[in-house]
């Protein structure tokens, strides 16, 4: 097939996921990749020919909606899996590329989805390969910004983000964040409380109204009787059942990990 009729195709699947028409993108982009493999500009051959920047520059474009395609799809694999792809582009092709708009939006993403997959260690290796003036653009610095409210306890911060996005295809990743984050704040008002009233569990798990925090009550098991929210009796017999060396050595450990952090 030849540029041309891979071109056509590209913006049959552009189409397509400008439609959010999922299922027709994710044909087309399958046929898509299957084409571009006859094209030997492409990595790794990087075989020189007069359209070579331009089969380049599709083939990146190419993956770039892919990732996007994973989003709306949220499917976390074909995320990575594009996104690994695309990056022989930014490696082994980059003398032959002009920079993409894409670029710091993409990367961004892939920033926020480390974080949501708590693999920090990957989060800040891929970090530290981006120059520190970049580092401040604005898709990039949302999600190192997350990541210190995370590591500060900061979850109000991290709930409030949510509204100011530097893109809409952030969102999935964000709810996915926030959901994580009220597990934990659950987690640890079982092992606090042993009742709370509903405004004040829906202040501290950060609801919008009470609605939300009794569907949230309800999903946890918690039970609920006129205005008071009884939490799970069980995560207070676990806690009472520790012993008490074994309960002197996770508060030290969570001291010196606090020390740490200041």
């Known amino acids: 097939m030849s ?3 891979c071109t056509k195709l590209f ?3 552009k189409a397509a996921v400008n439609k959010n028409d999922v299922q027709s993108a994710k044909r087309l982009l399958a046929q898509l990749k299957i084409q571009l493999t006859q094209l030997t500009s492409l990595p790794p051959v990087l075989e020189k ?3 070579a920047q331009k089969e380049i520059t599709l083939a990146r474009d190419t993956l770039e909606l892919a990732v996007f395609l994973s989003v709306k799809m949220e499917d976390e694999a074909a995320f990575e899996r594009n996104y690994q792809q695309l990056q022989m582009y ?3 092709a980059r003398g032959l590329l002009l920079p993409s708009q894409h670029q710091n939006l993409i990367t961004g993403l892939n920033l926020l ?4 997959q708590n693999r920090i260690a990957e989060f800040h290796t891929d970090l530290e390969l981006i120059p520190q003036e970049i580092q401040q653009e604005a898709h990039i610095k949302h999600a190192t910004q997350l990541e210190q409210q995370l590591m500060e306890g900061a979850y109000n911060k991290v709930l409030s983000a949510k509204s100011n996005v530097p893109d809409q295809s952030y969102l999935y990743f964000m ?3 926030i959901s994580t984050v009220r597990d934990e704040i659950a987690s640890c008002s079982e092992r606090a409380y042993k009742q709370l009233s509903v405004p004040e569990a829906q202040k501290l798990m950060l609801f919008t109204s009470a609605k939300e925090a009794l569907q949230f009550a309800e999903e946890r098991g918690w039970q609920v009787k006129g205005d008071i929210v009884y939490f799970d009796q069980q995560a207070q017999d676990d806690l009472k059942g520790l012993p008490a060396v074994e309960l002197m050595n996770h508060t030290l450990t969570y ?3 606090l020390e740490r952090i200041v």
Do not use: G, P, T
């Open 11 to 13: 913006d049959q699947f």
């Open 3 to 5: 540029y041309q009729d």
């Open 113 to 116: 989805r480390l974080l949501v």
């Open 90 to 92: 930014a490696s082994d």
């Open 49 to 51: 020919s007069s359209n």
């Open 255 to 257: 001291a010196r990990e």
């Open 175 to 177: 709810d996915k964040l």
